[in-house]
């Protein structure tokens, strides 16, 4: 790496408002705003930029830059170069742990992976988990802030933020060969403009290329793209070095008239079209959620029917991917009583809102049908906020996570839990200790997942645990079982991979039958494919060359450790 090591301590600075203290010698500050308090760690950089960039926007929201930013990386990456994808600032329910405890947005991850590194909270200093209908929890650097409504955060506390965002670019500059940004929305949305942090404001402070990306399949991309261009100050104008059009569903050829067009009128060029494609990587957007309830799956016989409930505030869902890449296994959503029927498995998912959530299920009837299947002996697995909700009762005194304070649970786990201020966030792995159902099949076996909550369960005396998980070097236990159903605050306990095929085997053992299938796929695995077959196809849409010209690297610069 080519940082570069201030060696000071115990310096403390203040400018503008904020108060920045050295707690190391490896170029790591605190930071503490003074009015209003926000925590976190800045970084110095050393002003001696080494890296290539390259950045993509959208002409609106979900448009694909996440993927595409993510195929990027996998393909400087593959050529051999130490790559960094950068986000400034993510909204997003779907979050991840860093290796530190640090919590930042899963598309950051999910990138860094393709850049064959470990995710770190500089990649995404900023993530809004929305807890409300108009507010979120603000996450900087790794660490929670507590609940600010959106008003005020794009307001004076948003722009509180850009040291955070720009110390840590410049780090990213500094250490790596190329950085892939990635912006949020549209740099149009000229009611954010004066606040902005994650777009335009963002290539500017880089210097960095653009790349405007657009929506085709969605109808209306070419009107999108002149009218951003149109909306954009000139100097940000000027940033923007090519086009792509992503989602293309058709024959190419039709629409070469329309991308002669958008050439001629914008002065910009067309550097690629994407076609549609369903290679599959982890969502963190909502959208993806709401998709899949669109186009609900229907078990086959040769298929677990396994139900989801779908929060209004569900958090973590890429928790189900792994049981949805197996091609005997049927998972969907469910929202309302009459959808949700007798499954192989019902989950409770993690929640943002842990009693607004639980509310849902008491007032929806599903919750009482939930505590009807269960005394049927149908299997139930709760995860974090949905293991929460499956003790006795939920307490949020201090209202650390809504303006709720305290509601029955579904009283199917002898436990309680209650909510404090401090967020646990940290990356675990230990052993599975439960013999149970289908831990029989992996009892001993290696354990690992991340855990990010507010609240604080307490079992009943003489409980057993599922699992023995040790973090920072801290050991505890963690889970509970009664009956057929079990709960844990571990997430990605799916992505296990004996764990999850004890759990189908477990499934189809209830039904009678041997499971059709031989072995469930290495999550691992599947990762890596994925990212490889995205790095092919978007290098044959995309003029990589030229691409690789905007960012002024030669073709003789290519590294020679080809991965």
Known sequence: MRGTKHEVRGTKHEARGYRYEVCSSNIE??????????????????????????????????VGKSVLSAAFCRIFYQEGYLVSPFKAQNMALNSFVTATGGEMGRAQVVQAQAAGIEPEVRMNPVLLKPSGSTGSQVVIMGRSQGNVTALRYHGEYQR?????????????LDEFEIVIIEGAGSPAEVNLK?????????????????????????????????????????????????????KFRGELALLQPALDFIEERTGIPVLGVVPYFKIRLPDEDSVALNEAMEKPSVASAEQLDIAVIRFPYISNFTDFDALQDEVDVSVRYVTE????????????????????????????????????????????????????????SVKDPLHSESELEDMNGLDILP??????????????????????????????????GY?????????????????????????????????KAYGTYLHGIFDNDGLRTALLVWLWQRRGRVRPVEASLSQAALRES??????????????????????????????????
């Open 415 to 448: 436990m309680v839990t209650e909510f404090f201020p401090q967020k646990h966030t940290v990356r675990s792995k230990g052993k599975i200790l439960s013999q149970h159902g289908f831990f029989s099949a992996c009892t001993g076996e290696t354990i690992e």
């Open 451 to 483: 855990e990010i909550h507010m609240g604080r369960s307490t079992p009943d005396e003489g409980q057993s645990p599922l699992f023995h998980l040790t973090s920072n070097g801290v050991s505890y236990t963690d889970g509970l079982q009664a009956g």
């Open 194 to 246: 004066s606040n902005d942090i994650v777009n335009m404001r963002v290539a500017l402070e880089a210097n960095s290329p653009v790349l405007l990306v657009a929506d085709i399949d969605r109808g209306g991309a070419l009107a999108s793209v002149v009218g951003t261009l149109e909306l954009v100050e000139t100097k940000e104008r000027e940033m923007v070095k090519g086009i792509i059009f992503n």
């Open 29 to 62: 500050y605190r930071i503490s705003n003074i009015e209003p308090r926000i925590q976190g760690v800045i970084y110095l950089s050393s002003n001696n930029k080494v890296a290539a960039r390259l950045m993509l926007q959208g002409t609106s929201s979900s």
């Open 530 to 563: 994925a990212f490889n077959e995205l790095a092919d196809l978007v290098r044959q849409s995309v003029d990589i060359e030229r691409v690789r010209t905007i960012m002024g690297l030669d073709s003789d610069t290519v590294p020679k450790r080809i991965r």
């Open 160 to 172: 509180m933020t850009w040291p955070f965002v720009k110390d840590a670019l410049h780090g990213l």
């Open 337 to 392: 009583l009459t959808n949700l029927g007798k499954p192989d498995l019902i989950i409770l998912p993690g929640s943002k809102n842990t009693l607004g959530d639980l509310r849902f299920l008491h007032k929806s009837g599903l919750g009482t049908q939930i505590q009807k299947l269960c005394e049927q002996e149908i299997p139930l697995i709760g995860i974090c906020g949905g293991y929460q909700m499956m003790g006795r």
